[in-house]
């Protein structure tokens, strides 16, 4: 199978970064700094935060932890669920200018802290994947809740501030996308698929679904988009497209890949009417 497929609309241009090194290691996480124009990178190999500044230069921002999945950047700090495989696993949080971890927390009895999502007062929401829970955290107070545990296999998160809902995708053989509405707490469906082993789910500018879904086989991995209830493959390759995240400052999506050891942008172009 070719890298990246050409079945692109005439509004959407690929453009991809690659970042080799031996620094990465199954990279599965990225955030993006608008202030700085750096990049953050989680490995789930080696329990290191990367950073790539915008020379390109890549330095080791936190180290020596045991594997870190989903990173969010939010107010100053630098946030990371931490599956510690042979415990309890925790939210990480590293001050973004001198990677001093400032905050900390363990969650009891979770199987795989996986993707993390902030909404905009500040709560911070985990999945578990193979917990099948979500948890809301509370940064300011060190406390968490569960907000849903009916989702098999929680994965991505992307938090819609118009409608103060929390989307949710899940990892099974025919995956789907949830909505968690973060007043009531109601989880509805939004949409079922026929695709697998959905991963990341973000959101651009004009409100189209992007996700990345695995093969049955793990394999490859696609890149979609949802709009007006339909599904249209963006990309499809075997370097394994993992977590993602709409880049609002370059109008892109940001993927991290596993399996090529790199991360790649696919830059958006507005519809032409």
């Known amino acids: 199978m070719n890298n990246f497929s050409t079945t692109f609309f005439v509004f959407f241009v690929c453009i991809s970064f690659s970042a080799k090194s031996q620094s990465f290691d199954t990279p599965e996480s990225i955030t993006f700094d608008e202030t700085t124009d750096s990049y953050y990178i989680s490995n789930i190999g080696s329990g290191e935060i990367l950073k790539i500044d915008k020379t390109g230069k890549k330095t080791s921002f ?9 990173v969010k950047l939010y107010n100053g700090v630098i946030y990371s669920a931490e ?48 917990g099948n829970t979500i948890f809301k955290v509370s940064i300011d107070n060190k406390s968490y809740e569960i907000l849903d545990n009916t989702i098999n296999t929680p994965n991505g998160l992307y938090f819609d501030p118009k409608k103060n809902r929390l989307l949710v995708c899940n990892t099974i053989d025919k995956s789907a996308v949830y909505e968690i509405d973060l007043e009531s707490k109601k989880t509805t469906l939004v949409v079922k698929t026929n695709y697998p082993h959905l991963d990341g789910i973000t959101m651009d500018k004009n409100g189209l679904i992007y996700l990345t879904s695995w093969s049955i086989d793990w394999k490859n991995s696609t890149l979609l988009k949802y ?16 977590d993602i ?14 399996f090529d050891n790199s991360i790649v942008h696919f830059n958006l172009l507005n519809k032409k009417k």
Request: charged share 25%; aromatic share 10%.
């Open 62 to 70: 936190v180290s020596g932890y045991t594997s870190f999945l989903g």
């Open 83 to 130: 599956d510690n495989k042979s415990g309890d696993d925790f939210i990480r949080g590293f001050d973004i200018s001198t990677g001093k971890l400032v905050f900390s927390l363990s969650i009891p009895n979770t199987k795989q802290l996986n993707d993390i999502e902030f909404d905009n007062k500040g709560n911070l929401y985990v999945s578990d994947r193979e």
């Open 227 to 242: 709009e007006s209830k339909e599904f249209t493959e963006i990309a499809t390759n075997s370097n394994g497209m993992a």
């Open 245 to 258: 995240e709409y880049n609002q400052k370059t109008n892109a999506i940001d993927i991290a890949q596993l």
